[in-house]
């Protein structure tokens, strides 16, 4: 690790970075057609961009510049429970401080252009807990509060939940808690890549990554990023989902 490390990976390789540009892309549609716009416009916006993209938004572009449609419904796209769209959703969290609901209703604009089920669920949950971390300080509660999105019985809920079981069994041990979470979740059985390749980017164990930083950190900013980055997987967006919220 060098001084200009960080630097240096932003100008070598730009296309990295979909849970920044992506984010844009969106605002500017909102910006220039307003909130109310249909799926189609932010569909098209980042499907002709060109930036590069991966996993479930590359295969939703994919479908939507061959006119294949939903593109981000599992029977078209193989990575519909990847991480995409939760890494994407915090500027909706941000457009509706303390309005949860209002949020989930543009997350379903958006959401499903890449993303189905899980992956969906993913985007729903991060904007609820962003837009309920500006009207209250209290973690836990933004945590449990935010998780009244997501339906009962869906393998997300149950991943999430797990956490803040072990969390309540486990207070000071968030190492205890990632890996009772990891023995139940971490088998990836959709994502074409992560299957052959030991990487996991499914959406619940991913969120389950963020919620652990966002409880064991206790509202300290850098153990919050430090915790949720050393869980694993995908250890760029996790840690910045939970120290954006």
Same mark, same amino acid.
């Given at each position: 690790?060098?001084?200009?490390?960080?630097?240096?990976?932003?100008?070598?390789?730009?296309?990295?970075?979909?849970?920044?540009?992506?984010?844009?892309?969106?605002?500017?549609?909102?910006?220039?057609?307003?909130?109310?716009?249909?799926?189609?416009?932010?569909?098209?916006?980042?499907?002709?961009?060109?930036?590069?993209?991966?996993?479930?938004?590359?295969?939703?572009?994919?479908?939507?510049?061959?006119?294949?449609?939903?593109?981000?419904?599992?029977?078209?796209?193989?990575?519909?429970?990847?991480?995409?769209?939760?890494?994407?959703?915090?500027?909706?969290?941000?457009?509706?401080?303390?309005?949860?609901?209002?949020?989930?209703?543009?997350? $379903?604009?958006? %959401?499903?252009?890449?993303?189905?089920?899980? @992956?969906w669920y993913?985007?729903?949950?991060?904007? /609820?807990? *962003?837009?309920?971390a500006y009207?209250?300080?209290?973690?836990?509660?933004?945590?449990?509060?935010?998780?009244?999105?997501?339906?009962?019985?869906?393998?997300?809920?149950?991943?999430?939940?797990?956490?803040?079981d072990e969390?309540?069994?486990?207070?000071?041990?968030?190492?205890?808690?990632?890996?009772?979470?990891?023995?139940?979740?971490? $088998?990836?059985? %959709?994502?074409?890549?992560?299957?052959?390749? @030991?990487?996991?980017?499914?959406?619940?164990?991913? /969120?389950? *990554?963020?919620?652990?930083?966002?409880?064991?950190?206790?509202?300290?900013?850098?153990?919050?990023?430090?915790?949720?980055?050393?869980?694993?997987?995908?250890?760029?967006?996790?840690?910045?989902?939970?120290?954006?919220?």
């Open positions: 690790w060098y001084d200009d490390y960080i630097y240096d990976t932003f100008i070598e390789d730009p296309g990295l970075y979909d849970d920044v540009y992506m984010d844009l892309t969106f605002l500017e549609v909102i910006a220039k057609h307003g909130l109310e716009t249909s799926s189609d416009t932010y569909a098209n916006a980042f499907a002709e961009a060109e930036y590069k993209l991966w996993h479930a938004n590359q295969c939703a572009r994919y479908n939507i510049l061959n006119g294949i449609k939903p593109a981000g419904h599992w029977k078209n796209n193989p990575h519909a429970d990847d991480i995409d769209f939760q890494i994407e959703a915090d500027f909706i969290g941000m457009l509706y401080p303390g309005m949860p609901n209002a949020a989930a209703a543009l997350c $379903d604009t958006v %959401g499903h252009i890449m993303n189905y089920g899980d @992956g993913g985007g729903v949950y991060t904007a /609820a807990m *962003y837009t309920l009207v209250c300080e209290d973690i836990p509660a933004v945590v449990t509060e935010a998780l009244k999105t997501i339906p009962e019985g869906s393998g997300f809920k149950d991943c999430i939940q797990c956490v803040i969390w309540k069994k486990h207070p000071k041990d968030w190492k205890k808690c990632w890996f009772e979470v990891n023995k139940s979740f971490a $088998d990836e059985i %959709g994502c074409p890549d992560g299957v052959w390749n @030991g990487l996991n980017i499914d959406a619940k164990l991913n /969120a389950a *990554y963020v919620v652990i930083g966002l409880l064991y950190g206790n509202g300290d900013f850098e153990k919050t990023m430090e915790i949720s980055t050393r869980c694993g997987q995908d250890s760029d967006c996790n840690p910045a989902s939970a120290a954006g919220i």
